[in-house]
């Protein structure tokens, strides 16, 4: 059984700085690419940032230079560090494992992020 869990959320000022983790399980975690994802209410799941099993990384160009994503296949874990936090950035927190072949993903249970004063 697949497990992707998050944690890490939480209130934080605005510019302030937060690290969410994401653990899976019942996968072969290194051979997977991750990713996180927000969603606001009403609103589309978007991409934030995206790890390849070779550590590609990719940024949306919101969040590009304050967000970094990062893989422990030690651990099995993905990270994703935000500094420079904006009201804007508040929204439900998404991790993603994507299969090698593109054949399936799966989703995390999510994680509230609110940057408010």
């Known amino acids: 059984q697949v497990q992707l869990v998050e944690s890490g959320g939480g209130l934080v000022q605005p510019g302030g700085s937060l690290r969410l983790s994401c653990a899976a399980s019942?996968?072969?975690?290194?051979?997977?690419?991750m990713g996180w994802y927000r969603q606001a209410p009403g609103k589309q799941r978007e991409l934030v940032a995206g790890?390849?099993?070779?550590?590609?990384?990719n940024y949306a160009d919101s969040v590009k230079g304050r967000f970094t994503i990062s893989r422990d296949n030690a651990k099995n874990t993905t990270y994703l560090k935000m500094n420079s936090l904006k009201p804007e950035d508040t929204d439900v927190y998404y991790c993603?494992?994507?299969?090698?072949?593109?054949?399936?993903?799966?989703w995390g249970q999510g994680t509230q992020v609110a940057v408010s004063s």
């Open positions: 993603r494992a994507d299969r090698p072949d593109g054949s399936a993903f799966y």
């Open positions: 019942g996968i072969t975690f290194r051979i997977y690419a």
């Open positions: 790890i390849t099993r070779t550590n590609s990384t």
